[in-house]
């Protein structure tokens, strides 16, 4: 378990990256979720507390998710999809998921001035005409390099080309000495900041300070804490504060109905929209579908 990235900053400590990086020359972290999550928080959030910014974005994608944005599974994104749906090829949804959420992600990404590199991870049910769609979006979104992994069946072996690719990417942009660009400064407005990662991030026209967040950004100013980072809290599921506004959703606006001062961890929290800040597992955990046949086969646990 973690700082789960939908209710918190979703990274590892600034302390555990400094342990890394002085026994390796290049080091891997975790930003939880999707990039509008995990990615967004490391930049305005860890970045700032720890003055290093990174040198790479690595993108994770599958066909999976891809169908999923690209309305495949139909329209709630919670809804867990058969076997069979899954494995059914239908590269018109890869293709419609590509174009408008990974392309979001993409170019979302590139903003702050790194590489972006997409690894398209792969299935056994991938069909090489799904995986095609996906490399063909990802290098029109702009990514610097896209590699099909194949760290699912194989393990470290299947990542060996993107570690390649990773440590390439990270070379040219040190050489070429791109400035690191955050959306805001450290002493932007925390409205300010939500609106900024609201609009440029997940695609809303603005926000929506509701009477009880706003009571509580005023009392968090009059404590002081007013030039603290701001950590969005909502849904993984979707850019926007609605689980099922899948793809690249527009045309919205973000509600934020609290604000929460966490001083000891440095930042504050806005809580958008219905999400829920106590994590737990769904009704009907993954596990309860696994099992072992009379030949000793693990079933069920790739869903």
Same mark, same amino acid.
């Given at each position: 378990g973690?700082?789960?990235?939908?209710? !918190?900053?979703g990274n590892?400590?600034?302390?555990a990256?400094?342990?890394?990086?002085?026994?390796?020359?290049?080091?891997?972290?975790?930003?939880g979720?999707?990039?509008d999550?995990? &990615?967004?928080?490391?930049?305005?959030?860890?970045? &700032?507390?720890?003055?290093?910014?990174?040198?790479?974005?690595?993108?994770?994608?599958t066909?999976?998710?891809?169908?999923?944005?690209?309305? $495949?599974?139909?329209?709630?994104?919670?809804?867990?999809? @058969?076997k069979?749906?899954?494995?059914?090829?239908?590269?018109?949804?890869?293709?419609?998921?590509?174009?408008? =959420?990974?392309?979001?992600h993409i170019r979302?990404?590139?903003?702050f001035?790194?590489?972006?590199?997409?690894?398209?991870?792969?299935?056994?049910?991938?069909?090489? !005409?799904?995986?095609?769609?996906?490399?063909?979006? !990802?290098? &029109? @979104?702009?990514?610097?390099?896209?590699?099909?992994?194949?760290?699912?069946?194989?393990?470290? $072996?299947?990542?060996?080309?993107?570690?390649? &690719?990773?440590v390439? @990417?990270?070379?040219?942009? *040190?050489?070429?000495? %791109?400035?690191?660009?955050?959306?805001?400064?450290? =002493?932007?407005?925390?409205?300010?900041?939500?609106?900024?990662?609201?609009?440029?991030?997940?695609?809303?026209?603005?926000?929506? *300070?509701q009477a009880?967040?706003?009571r509580?950004?005023?009392?968090?100013?009059?404590?002081?804490y007013?030039?603290?980072?701001v950590?969005?809290a909502?849904?993984?599921?979707?850019?926007?504060?609605?689980? =099922?506004l899948l793809?690249?959703?527009?045309?919205?606006?973000?509600?934020? %109905?609290?604000?929460?001062?966490?001083s000891?961890?440095g930042f504050?929290?806005?809580?958008?929209?219905?999400?829920?800040?106590?994590p737990?597992?769904?009704?009907?955990? !993954?596990?309860?579908?696994?099992?072992?046949?009379?030949?000793?086969?693990?079933?069920?646990?790739?869903?």
């Amino acid at each position: 378990g973690g700082p789960f990235a939908n209710i !918190a900053h979703g990274n590892s400590s600034v302390i555990a990256d400094r342990l890394a990086l002085g026994a390796s020359d290049f080091v891997v972290t975790e930003a939880g979720f999707g990039s509008d999550m995990g &990615a967004e928080k490391f930049m305005h959030i860890k970045a &700032a507390n720890s003055g290093k910014a990174p040198d790479c974005v690595v993108m994770n994608v599958t066909v999976r998710s891809m169908k999923l944005h690209g309305g $495949a599974f139909g329209t709630r994104a919670a809804r867990r999809p @058969s076997k069979e749906e899954i494995e059914k090829e239908d590269v018109e949804a890869v293709r419609d998921g590509a174009q408008s =959420n990974l392309d979001r992600h993409i170019r979302n990404m590139s903003r702050f001035g790194m590489p972006v590199v997409v690894s398209v991870n792969r299935f056994a049910s991938d069909t090489d !005409a799904e995986l095609n769609c996906i490399i063909e979006c !990802a290098r &029109a @979104s702009g990514a610097a390099d896209v590699c099909l992994t194949e760290v699912h069946a194989k393990g470290g $072996a299947g990542g060996a080309k993107l570690a390649k &690719a990773v440590v390439s @990417s990270c070379q040219d942009h *040190i050489a070429a000495g %791109r400035p690191f660009t955050p959306l805001f400064n450290p =002493n932007t407005p925390i409205e300010e900041k939500a609106l900024r990662v609201a609009t440029r991030i997940y695609g809303a026209d603005g926000i929506n *300070i509701q009477a009880k967040a706003d009571r509580q950004l005023k009392q968090i100013k009059e404590w002081g804490y007013g030039h603290l980072p701001v950590c969005m809290a909502k849904t993984q599921y979707s850019f926007s504060h609605d689980a =099922n506004l899948l793809g690249a959703p527009t045309g919205f606006e973000v509600p934020i %109905r609290e604000f929460r001062l966490n001083s000891g961890a440095g930042f504050v929290v806005a809580i958008l929209g219905e999400i829920m800040t106590m994590p737990g597992l769904p009704k009907r955990p !993954a596990a309860s579908d696994m099992d072992m046949d009379e030949d000793g086969n693990l079933v069920g646990v790739f869903g």
